[in-house]
């Protein structure tokens, strides 16, 4: 890292009475400048990076297009010299990567774009995951994550508009939800029965039918089971008369037992008899901060504390535990309920630290203080503070009392998350705690058009100039994005590229609204801390820092083939040859030899579209080996932490910006056609369009091809790498894991395509001929699925054919099922009375014991993605003749603009057709350190 990028790199070692400073040309081994120069040179040797992607709008629809810019920071907030290549992944709710991508990266730089095909994308919530291989060192929380909600454009779906209610009466929770179904052009669908489902999660609680009245209004009631922990409540309701036309309805009831309330003392203990603040956060079934009050209470039952939220479920109070005694918190939710929650345990000895950070103050205050067994036995202490990953301030200290007192000049921080630590002789952390620095630096963005309002169809420029806290000119890499205010509603309080570099990316966990907290108020700023008290426990591992640094993920500079050649003992085989066959668009030969731990590495190979590489180990003779080939691939990352929040879907109480972008972009990409491709639309090259393809060797009953869906094997190939359960779930319609009753009425979790249960039949040959079913073992033949499709790749797949009608499935259900089969999935009722299948078509054609090959790996890497161009329409001639309708949302979207030696540049644009007010946000940095964002307003009339 570039220590010179910070200018605040001051180590200040302080000596007050009973200080002793420690600085020396040769550190001693324990003293606070040996301790410092540790932890840099740890820190150095493994920088992190951080990652933000500049989205052109919040939402989407099927077809649409998903415009981005990407900024590759290092710790320092310079741009990062780690890695030059970013995957992007596209990840639907069932978190199955479906779509992934990699972009080269430049100088910290790269933008992108994403289309939002239906063959792979349906309508639910999507999560953009951003990362870099070098990334991947520090766990998936460091990641770059963007949740969207991506709608069908209102085709075969309702309007709903909800009232969820839930009352407790005799220790049972009822739950009634007031509902009114209209469809998108604003009729009322009156007098329908509509069969309805409610869902905790992926567990069916009821089904019912119902019929809606005459203005489509319907009031559903249920009771919840005894003991049902709610997990994303949901409704779903289905038209009997038009089954294709459903909506999914989530039921947010926030129970006082599903409310998770949870408290964190400043040092990580309550200690008896020293004074702490905590902190406290409660969130609800969504995942969301719920707002509440109440008090704290000792065993006594004397009140010691009150809790008022401040923002987002989260507060402070301060409390001064007393030894023997107990703390209970009792809090009033927003809709009157009561909930009791015990307060952490005391401990008897130990040693705290506080933080008093103001916000217009000029310098923090620590306090340290100690127990009685503790305090005046002279023990040292250091106290360390960093910033991006530096120590910018260190101090060594006598604790000759029961506390210390000191104060550290904010100026010695750069704006950002601080991190104070303080550490006993032994360089073990004893407490920590994180606080906010603001010196009002970030870069100063104006935004400004050359009038008041534009008409429609006019020249619109966009003035942009940056400076920075003194005023002075700044040259950096911006991008820009205008919005429709009629169709596209931005959140303020979203994340941006300063809410991302210098807050959430160093926080654990979902941040609601991370933008809000950089707000200059008190309000804002007490947040702030509880924030950083809440979900700001860094836990930093000291004892890394005495250890030689071995990161395991290497960064990427550009694409290599690196694997390795094992004999059939698994052990390296050494001086190998190891030959790479290219092979598509392009073809060339290269070979190497494996080192002495049997790896093999190739380099500077051009990129290139749509390629297959086969990779093979030979001996000296030039014959294939007795043993395995493997390769170090990146294209699939498991998902370790799912997306804590779910998104309400468009249609659910939504609101007229939203529904007027829905109205107008279906409208938009016929006409986007026209614009871009004449007559009525884009024509295409005369091609024979089969219904269903035919996978070459498959053993589909009713002949190759005769399913209900085909997953071709081009989309196999596309997969790589990932599993064949990734595929499915991600490709196949209906697909989802849930549950059943067997004959014995036990329930356990099996795999469904919609409301039937999966045969998974390979080339002919249905698994569950191989299973032998334990008894008592919970879930196990859907272990046993789960075994097989976890182990078989994509790549080995010719192709899937789908059996899901009772025309492509009879066959299937005649040679595969006996009649105890039949017996049994008859006793199980309705769920369970019939099965659907998915012949899988092999590429060794062996079934289910498939083999691979071992001294041959065929490797299909991620293509590199190269950016496309915006359609930006123009306009020259004015009042010239329509020839199509220009109903854009993202009115302009310009991914990359630098600003000239005096901090100018200028973007200009088309207006489009309808009277509106234009959102222009213009972010980015200049890539040394400093970060800026900034909105505008334009005006067509």
């Known amino acids: 890292m570039h220590h010179k990028i910070l200018t605040f790199k001051l180590l200040i070692l302080l000596n007050f009475a009973g200080m002793m400073a420690m600085a020396q040309s040769q550190p001693a081994p324990g003293s606070i400048n040996n301790l410092v120069g540790k932890i840099n040179a740890y820190n150095d040797a493994l920088p992190v990076e951080k990652l933000y992607l500049h989205f052109d709008k919040p ?19 310079g741009y990062s010299q780690q890695s030059n290549r970013l995957y992007v992944e596209l990840v639907n709710d069932s978190n199955a990567v479906v779509k992934r991508f990699v972009f080269p990266v430049a100088i910290g730089i790269t933008w992108g774009n994403i289309a939002l095909s239906g063959m792979y994308v349906h309508e639910g919530s999507y999560t953009v995951r951003a990362y870099t291989n070098w990334m991947r060192n520090f766990g998936d929380d460091y990641f770059f994550k963007q949740t969207f909600y991506i709608n069908n454009e209102g085709y075969d779906t309702w309007m709903v508009n909800l009232k969820p209610a839930i009352t407790s009466v005799a220790g049972k929770d009822n739950v009634k939800v007031a509902m009114q ?22 567990k069916v609680l009821f089904r019912n039918a119902a019929q809606t009245a005459a203005d489509g209004s319907m009031d559903v009631d249920f009771s919840l089971p005894p003991q049902t922990t709610l997990k994303n409540l949901s409704i779903i309701a289905q038209d009997k008369l038009d089954t294709k036309r459903t909506a999914l309805i989530p039921i947010s009831v926030n129970r006082p037992q599903d409310i998770d309330l949870q408290f964190m003392p400043e040092s990580g203990h309550l200690i008896a008899g020293l004074p702490a603040r905590v902190g406290f956060k409660a969130i609800g079934e969504d995942g969301k901060g719920v707002d509440l009050q109440g008090s704290v209470f000792d065993n006594d039952g004397i009140e010691v504390a009150r809790l008022t939220t401040f923002k987002y479920g989260m507060g402070t109070f301060d409390i001064a535990p007393q030894e023997g005694k107990t703390y209970t918190a009792k809090v009033t939710l927003a809709n009157g309920d009561q909930k009791t929650v015990q307060l952490p345990a005391l401990a008897r000895s130990g040693v705290i630290l506080r933080v008093k950070n103001n916000r217009t103050a000029d310098s923090i205050v620590v306090n340290v203080y100690a127990t009685a067994d503790i305090a005046g036995q002279g023990n040292k202490y250091n106290l360390i503070g960093m910033a991006r990953n530096v120590v910018c301030y260190g101090a060594s200290f006598g604790l000759n009392s029961s506390s210390f007192k000191v104060t550290i000049a904010k100026n010695l921080f750069p704006t950002g998350i601080a991190h104070l630590m303080l550490v006993n002789v032994n360089n073990q952390p004893v407490s920590e705690r994180l606080t906010y620095i603001d010196h009002h630096d970030n870069l100063k963005i104006a935004v400004k058009s050359d009038a008041s309002s534009y008409a429609a169809r006019d020249s619109v420029p966009v003035h942009v100039n940056v400076v920075d806290e003194t005023g002075k000119p700044v040259r950096g890499s911006f991008s820009m994005a205008v919005t429709d205010d009629s169709q596209v509603k931005q959140d303020e309080y ?48 000291l004892k890394k820092i005495d250890q030689p640094v ?12 690196k694997g390795s050649v094992t004999n059939l003992f698994n052990k390296p085989m050494v001086n190998s040859n190891v030959l790479l066959l290219a092979t598509g668009k392009q073809h060339f030969i290269r070979d190497t030899t494996t080192n002495a731990q049997g790896k093999f590495v190739f380099t500077r190979i051009p990129p290139i579209d749509s390629v297959t590489y086969v990779l093979s180990a030979r001996n000296a003779h030039g014959k294939t080996v007795n043993g395995g080939v493997s390769v170090d691939d990146q ?24 529904l007027n972008y829905i109205r107008s972009n279906k409208k938009y990409q016929v006409e986007l056609d026209k ?98 079913p334990t008894t008592g073992i919970a879930n196990e033949h859907y272990e046993f699925h789960k075994q ?24 299937y259900n005649e040679a595969n099922l006996t009649t105890d089969d039949l017996l049994a999935a008859t006793a199980a009722g309705p769920v369970g009375a019939d099965y659907a299948y998915l012949e899988i078509t092999t590429r060794a054609g062996s079934g289910p014991n498939l083999q691979r090959a071992t001294s041959i790996y065929i490797y299909r890497p991620v293509a590199l993605t190269f950016p496309k161009q915006f359609y930006t329409p123009r306009y020259p001639v004015k009042g010239a003749p329509h020839k199509y309708a220009d109903l854009r949302s993202t009115i302009h979207w310009m991914p990359s603009f630098v600003t000239d030696k005096d901090g100018n540049a200028t973007v200009s644009f088309y207006a489009a057709d309808k009277a509106a007010n234009y959102s222009v946000i213009v972010q980015g940095s200049d890539m040394n350190g400093k970060v800026g964002y900034q909105t505008g307003k334009v005006t067509v009339k």
Do not use: C
């Open 181 to 202: 179904f209209n469809s998108l052009d604003g009729q009322t669908a009156g007098l329908r029965t509509m069969q309805m489902k409610v869902l905790n999660g992926k």
């Open 635 to 658: 294209s699939h990352i498991a998902i370790n932490s799912p997306n804590p929040v779910s998104l309400k879907p468009w249609n659910v109480n939504t609101d007229s910006t939203i």
């Open 675 to 772: 614009a871009q491709y004449g007559t009525t639309g884009r024509v295409l090259n005369a091609v024979n369009i089969h219904d269903r393809a035919a996978i070459r060797g498959s053993q589909n009953l009713n002949g190759a091809g005769n399913s209900d869906q085909v997953i071709t094997e081009e989309e196999m190939v596309n997969a790589g790498k990932a599993s064949l359960l990734d595929v499915i779930t991600s490709k196949v319609k209906g697909f989802r894991t849930g549950f059943y009753k067997d004959s014995t009425k036990q329930t356990n979790l099996t795999y469904f395509i919609n409301d039937k249960r999966v045969h998974f039949v390979f080339d002919g040959v249905d698994v569950d001929r191989f299973y032998e």
């Open 788 to 811: 097989y499709l976890d182990y078989i790749s994509a790549e080995d797949v010719l192709g899937i054919e789908v059996l899901y009608s009772s025309r492509a499935n009879a066959l």
């Open 59 to 77: 939402y989407y629809s099927i077809g649409d297009t998903i415009w981005f810019k990407g900024y590759l920071m290092n710790q320092a907030i």
């Open 494 to 541: 979203a994340d941006n590229i300063t809410s991302r570099m210098l807050l959430s990316a160093d926080l654990k966990g979902y941040v609601e609204d991370p933008a809000y907290y950089l707000q200059e108020t008190d309000e804002a700023w007490h947040a702030l801390d509880a924030l950083l008290l809440t979900q700001g426990w860094v836990g930093y591992d």
């Open 550 to 561: 071995k990161p395991t993920f290497e960064a990427e500079k550009s694409f290599e083939v």
